[in-house]
């Protein structure tokens, strides 16, 4: 059977607008293969989970998001209307704090595109997702993810965010090399379709997705690694749609800057990615690029933005330290 590309991973691994398609060019949310939940390791996602914390199991009827703002009124607890914070705390003299590294965005607005909601669990192990893939103020895929050690170990996805859990994601990670492999499960018809893909872990999908995805197995690609970081990977045979060549370029700090995708393995960049990031790493924006080869010549290019933003950080720690500090009992 061929297995549709989940539209979790089309849009939560911001690599770009759900619209314009995964590695290989399916715009539709794909079936999902999926991987059978390990035991109690907890990983990303969907709506069938439970509100906030690190724990929850892939059949709650609970919805997170109808809580602390996340109605789908349009409210995401973005404090800074959409545009990243710069120097979001102050110290004791009233100076602005330098910004820090956030975990992960708060919200990811694609110009005429998608929209992805994050809130993050208090406790650092996970969060939730949101996605509203055609802007029309509703969400079409939910998720819960979990984190461990900084990496994303389990994700549920929900495609219709009616709390329930269409696919698992489970990925392991390998040691020398920014490389995951993770095993996709199915959860409908039994939840025994499965299926093996292959994950990049890039420091751009940090608190996002366990990494952007190479849709074969992990002996269906080759990869080219340099210092430790993937530079290229071809895959020949994905579980579907043409071969893909795609090639990476990092900064001096090994942060991805920039991903060619080459549908159909003929020697034309069909998709570029285009990272930006603040001074201390956080990206705060992404440009694609696509180019429709079917016009003839070199092809016809459209651009499409990102902005990323991070307020709900910044308000997550003004309310942290609004709290009143419990004081010392009276002698």
């Known amino acids: 059977m061929t297995a549709r590309r989940p539209l979790l991973l089309l849009?939560?691994?911001?690599?770009?607008?759900?619209?314009?398609g995964g590695c290989g060019g399916d715009p539709e949310p794909a079936a999902?293969?999926?991987?059978?939940?390990?035991?109690?390791?907890?990983?990303?996602?969907?709506?069938?989970?439970?509100?906030?914390?690190?724990?929850?199991?892939s059949g709650g009827a609970v919805d997170p998001f109808a809580t602390e703002g996340w109605g789908e009124d349009g409210s995401d607890g973005d404090a800074s209307g959409g545009e990243a914070t710069e120097g979001s705390g102050e110290t004791e003299g009233g100076e602005p704090?330098?910004?820090?590294?956030?975990?992960?965005?708060?919200?990811?607005?694609w110009t005429g595109g998608p929209i992805?909601?994050?809130k993050y669990d208090a406790d650092g192990g996970g969060g939730l997702l949101r996605i509203d893939g055609d802007n029309d103020g509703k969400s079409d895929v939910c998720a819960r993810f979990w984190n461990k050690d900084g990496r994303s170990h389990k994700v549920t996805v929900d495609e219709g965010c009616n709390k329930s859990t269409e696919a698992i994601i489970t990925p392991t990670y390998?040691?020398?090399?920014?490389?995951?492999?993770a095993t996709y499960?199915?959860?409908?018809?039994?939840?025994?379709?499965k299926h093996e893909i292959t994950l990049l872990t890039l420091p751009a999908f940090t608190g996002i997705a366990p990494g952007y995805p190479l849709y074969a197995a992990r002996d269906q690609v080759e990869l080219v690694i340099k210092d430790e970081r993937?530079?290229?990977?071809?895959?020949s045979k994905p579980l579907e749609g043409p071969p893909v060549k795609v090639a990476l370029k990092y900064?001096?700090?090994?942060?991805?800057?920039?991903?060619?995708?080459?549908?159909?393995?003929?020697?034309?960049?069909?998709?570029?990615?285009d990272y930006r990031y603040d001074e201390v790493g956080n990206v705060t924006g992404i440009t694609l690029t696509a180019t429709d080869f079917t016009e003839g010549g070199k092809g016809k290019k459209t651009k499409k933005t990102a902005k990323l933003a991070y307020g709900c950080w910044a308000t997550a720690t003004a309310k942290a330290a609004a709290k009143p500090t419990p004081s010392a009992p009276s002698e």
Not at 34 to 47: D, F, G, R
Not at 97 to 109: E, L, N, Y
């Open 11 to 20: 849009g939560l691994v911001i690599l770009g607008p759900l619209s314009a």
């Open 32 to 57: 999902k293969t999926k991987v059978e939940e390990p035991a109690p390791t907890p990983i990303v996602v969907p709506a069938p989970d439970v509100g906030t914390g690190s724990g929850g199991s």
């Open 97 to 109: 704090t330098a910004t820090p590294i956030h975990p992960g965005p708060c919200t990811v607005r």
């Open 116 to 118: 992805l909601r994050f």
């Open 174 to 181: 390998e040691t020398g090399s920014n490389v995951a492999t």
């Open 185 to 193: 499960t199915d959860q409908r018809d039994g939840g025994d379709a």
């Open 230 to 235: 993937v530079a290229k990977a071809t895959v």
């Open 251 to 273: 900064d001096d700090q090994g942060r991805v800057t920039r991903i060619d995708e080459d549908h159909g393995a003929d020697g034309k960049i069909d998709r570029r990615f």
